[in-house]
């Protein structure tokens, strides 16, 4: 569970509410990126979700249900978490991702769909679902992605999709002013966090500024904030 947004009003505004269960993470900061690193038993810690100084944001929600097609159909295939940690770590660019998603294979881990909204400095949006297709958005004047796939919509139910985060965020990003700003992704994040499985970061990245402002646990009078060097 987890909800994804990019606002383009008067200026690119990124959120992120990261929800998850019994999983170790930690928020780490670097001069030209902050991140959500998540232990896996195998990988150690992995960079997963975040933003970086050239001005990028990868958010991965898990995709309900399970679809089979995400599974890789070949050794070609790209894994869609190595796609994105490449991406946020400077070692590829949206760019190259769309490319990729234009013309091979992206796929996710076994038994579970991981999709993708990937946005750039002039916000640009890519939304990827492994197995179902792509979507790029030029400078939308919003996007919203939580854990139902766009392909599909509500046409196959899972308690865990999201569609009441995903309408509630839409509505207020409709309703947004101009002058929408990082304390109105805020109360977005806020309207969309989960408790049953907990929403354990918020994370806002206003791209003009080069500056990401996160809090944890839903403490949300206790905001930190970091300013990335490009």
């Keep these: 569970m987890c909800t994804s947004i990019v606002s383009n ?8 509410n990261l929800d998850i269960l019994d999983m170790e993470y930690r928020v780490v900061t670097e001069d030209d990126k902050v991140y959500i690193a998540i232990r896996d038993a195998k990988e150690g810690w992995l960079p997963l979700f ?20 995400s599974e890789a159909k070949s050794p070609d295939c790209r894994n869609i978490i190595m796609l994105d940690i490449d991406l946020l770590t400077g070692k590829t660019t949206l760019e190259e991702i769309k490319r990729t998603a234009e013309n091979g294979c992206i796929c996710s881990v076994e038994g579970v769909t991981f999709q993708a909204q990937l946005s750039d400095r002039d916000g640009n949006v890519l939304q990827i679902v492994p197995g179902q297709g792509y979507i790029y958005k030029e400078r939308p004047e919003y996007s919203v992605l939580t854990n139902f796939s766009p392909f599909k919509g509500d046409s196959e139910k899972h308690p865990w999709m999201g569609l009441d985060r995903y309408e509630k965020a839409t509505d207020m990003l409709k309703a947004a002013r101009d002058d929408f700003d990082v304390k109105d ?13 907990p929403t354990v970061v918020s994370m806002v990245f206003d791209v003009e500024a080069n500056t990401v402002c996160w809090c944890e646990n839903r403490r949300w009078e206790n ?8």
């Design 9 to 16: 009003k008067g200026k690119t505004i990124v959120g992120w």
């Design 185 to 197: 992704c805020f109360e977005i994040l806020k309207s969309t966090a989960q408790t049953a499985c």
């Design 223 to 230: 905001i930190r904030k970091k300013q990335m060097c490009r």
């Design 50 to 69: 975040g933003a970086n100084a050239r001005g990028d944001f990868v958010a991965m929600p898990t995709c309900w249900p399970y679809d089979g097609r």
